[in-house]
């Protein structure tokens, strides 16, 4: 498995794992679950893991796909640098979180998801990914060379109408010549 | 709207059918545990259990067909032997890859209902232990069996404990939570970002399954979820004594302590016969790639394209089947599908591999390496082959007019079906029912005409000499190309053979306009059955299939095939 970036991976269980410790806090509080307090901090964390993970990182080969709206996400990921760029930072972040959940049964499953999200994170760090943002890319425009001149403000002078009408019948009086020279300005 | 049926009506109608047997087993299961069995066990959980049963059976149901539309193998069976019956029905099986991915969706939506419920369940079971108060019904009924450890009704036996280590001990929660893992496991790996890039992750975890179906048959082994007994519901019914709990079993009343017991686990029956089938058809699949594959010929073609001519003793194939291959020198679980491009008239059977990844980078060296001199046929590595599996292209010959379309790689199942047409109409001069085939490849980069442009020209050169020329059209498209490119075709713009592919046929420069093509065609052949076969990206596949919708109207049919793997 030479080429994969385990970051993809881990990103999907970890945004997974957000929605699944999301859920279980939701029954927790709404089910009014003793231990609800650990499902109320799970519904913050999942929250969290969700807004973290939304974002898709710029893939090193290939071409990234990014999940639809996630620009807005990915300005505010990107506006914490390095804490969100290193994996070895997510990857001990998301086992710190992971760990209250693991209190409550409702949490539970969100707690080890996002823990294995966690290892996968450790190994991609391992390997020296990193957090890249997919940002528009911006049209670079080629520099107006110098020999295009600036187009012509007035149209070319030309005699009137009548002078200018085609006469078949008489071709060779039709000719004439043009009283201003049409070339290139000097 | 009359194509739409023609198209897709078989597709609604097994979706709706599943559908309904879904909500039927969920309303039908859930309403089973509104008995008087369950009374007792309703006073302690209340409509949760229902919540929980429900989905379960709808997960017996889906579990039993998810391993059905894998079975490659029983499907092609399958479809041999429909196919002579109808045409429709045997392109539904086509479709076996969507169907799975359905019923993935819907396991996954069961088990979180599931999940959900049993967690309320979970959590009424221990409220009924702490509140160990004489005059309350839920804690009198836990107390329940205490002495014998038999007839109990409350699965957690004491208030010294929580809902998650009672889950970690018993057979049902443990087994729940790694079936649970499994599943999420194997769905994000399944996400196409990865299954598209990395197809040796998505296939290593989706192996996950066994365990998925191991757990699954051993989850309902602990009979955790009771209800009375039948002999107890004599002694002790519900309706008249439940408000006299507190007089159960003294003298003086008629009611009884009440016996509870759990049903016996149902899920094997379910799942048994599937995945006895899916065992049969991986032993299949072993046994095909013990059998002999010797190759041939290896032809290195520009645009990084890999082509193998081999041979197996038996081999059999029709047009546009495909064969997977392995090769356990590269690795020994990977087993990747490729369209065979030869035809079924030849001695041998070839694909024309594409390299992108691992695998097929792995394969290269192994087959061709650096080397430039010819190698020993007894240094190639031994391949292993299953199948041949047929999909649409098999049908081709049955419609009269046909339209072939082809983006890049994607014409390797057309090059099977030109060149069979090309032995069976031009050497055996057999009729065909095919009366006129319109052919369009789309293509980005101009060194991938090579290998099929010496088909096309010496396919035109024997229809000229036979004068049949009118019998295919081909259109062949150049997506993508530079400023030199350009130039290049704008000088040589009036040159009888086309600059690119040496045919008498122009190459186009584009995309093509499909509403022109699609009028055009039916303009020329009105009251025909027309076949639309695609094998290329989904997008393309998208406008086609509309194209198809919007341009059938009284006479004209055009039934769209769509090929991917």
Redesign the interface.
Known sequence: ?????WA??AN??AL?SGL?LL??GI??VA?Q??GWQFAAYAVAAGVFVCLLEYP?SK?SK?TS?ERSGQYCFTVCVKAFGPLTRNYYVRAFLHAAICVPG?????T??GC??LG?ASLIYLVAAIRGEHWEPILPRKEVRKPITESIKNPPQNPPPRPPAEIRRKRVDDLEGAAYDNPISVTDNE | MGNFAANEGLSVFVILVWLGINAFLFVQFYMAFLVERWFYTRVLLGQALSWARAPAACLNFNCMLILLPVCRNLLTLLRGSIQCCSRTAARQLDRNLTFHKLVAYMIAFHTAVHIVAHLFNFEYFMDAQLNRNSSLLPFILSEIGTGDNASFLNPIRSNETNPTIVMFTTIAGLTGVAITLALILIITSSMEVIRRSYFEVFWYTHHLFVIFFIGLVFHGFGRIVRGQTAASLKTNIPDVCADQFEDWGTNGSNCAVPEFAGNPPMTWKWVVGPMILYVCERLVRIYRSHQKVVITKVVMHPSKTLELQMKRKGFHMEVGQYVFIQCPSVSRLEWHPFTLTSAPEEDYFSAHIRIVGDWTQALYEACVGDKTEPQEAWKLPRLAIDGPFGTASEDVFRYEVVMLVGAGIGVTPFASILKSVWYKRIQNNQDVFTKKIYFYWLCPETEAFEWFADLLQSLEGQMTEKGMTDFLSYNIYLTRWKETEAAHFRVHHEAENDPITGLKQKTLYGKPNWDNEFTNIESKHPGTKAGVFLCGPPALGKSLEKQCLSHSEADVKFIFNKENF
């Open positions: 498995m030479g080429k994969i970036e993809m991976w999907e269980q997974a699944i859920t279980g029954v927790g089910g679950f003793r898709r893939r290939g796909v693991g209190f409550m049964l409702a539970v499953l080890v998801c294995i």
